[in-house]
């Protein structure tokens, strides 16, 4: 008897799309703090071969969206209050260094000014999914922009637990929805302008509001 997956994967790279549907999952909360995810899970799931399912796992740990300590499991990680205090500390001190370094050249990526109009119309539609994407696309682009293979490795390294927060703690609905937007669009006006100090003010006033909202919803729960 076949047995059908319960997954359908689009026409990509398997690998790839396997990674994307289970990255949503976990950022959309369908796969719990906790929750086993293993190959096996992951091949009858979708229905790909264990070594598919492998190079999913090993791909989602590197980027922090499993944690898996020796001989055991990948489980979806649970973020504390220090976790998140060391998150953001890494994220300040990486884009800091890259607003500073485009504003010097007053130098926006347009990759980040198509990530700002993604915002602004997720926004406008009340679509939550679509402003998480949108907005770790315009913070990575703006780390991208650089050119500095050194700070877009160290980005890569925790852009999956950025992705964690902002899915998991509902950080952008626990702010006006006008806030989103606009805070974004102070910063790249600040690049645009070539304003180096006032990129990293506005930089690490919005970390700083994420931050805060972060941590009291952690203290709620």
């Known amino acids: 008897m076949t047995v059908r997956p319960e997954f359908a994967l689009g026409p990509a790279s398997i690998t790839d799309a396997l990674y994307e549907s289970v990255r949503r999952r976990i950022i959309n909360e369908e796969l719990r703090p906790g929750e086993k995810v293993t190959e096996a899970r992951l091949s009858t799931e979708y229905g790909v071969a264990r070594p598919t399912a ?7 740990v590197v980027v922090g969206l499993l944690q898996r300590s020796t001989h055991k499991s990948a489980v979806v990680p649970t973020l504390d209050t220090s976790d998140i205090e060391d998150l953001f500390t890494s994220r300040m001190a990486i884009e800091s260094a890259s607003v500073h370094i485009l504003a010097a050249g007053a130098t926006v990526p347009a990759e980040a000014v198509q990530a700002q109009s993604d915002i602004e119309i997720a926004t406008e539609r009340g679509s939550y999914e679509h402003i998480v994407a949108a907005d770790i696309a ?5 780390v991208a922009g650089t050119g500095s293979r050194r700070l877009i490795r160290m980005y890569e390294l925790i852009v999956g637990e ?10 952008h609905k626990a702010t006006s929805r006008a806030s989103i937007p606009e805070e974004h669009a102070a910063i790249l006006e600040a690049i645009r302008s070539g304003d180096p100090d ?3 003010e506005r930089s690490r006033a919005h970390l700083e509001a994420a931050r805060q909202r972060l941590l009291a919803h952690v203290s709620d729960d």
Do not use: N
């Not at 992705?163 to 509902?170: A, D, I, K, Q, V």
């Open 54 to 60: 492998k190079a999913c796992v090993e791909r989602l």
């Open 138 to 142: 315009y913070h990575r682009s703006l």
């Open 162 to 171: 950025i992705e964690l927060t902002m899915g998991r703690y509902s950080a």
């Open 198 to 200: 006032a990129a990293v």
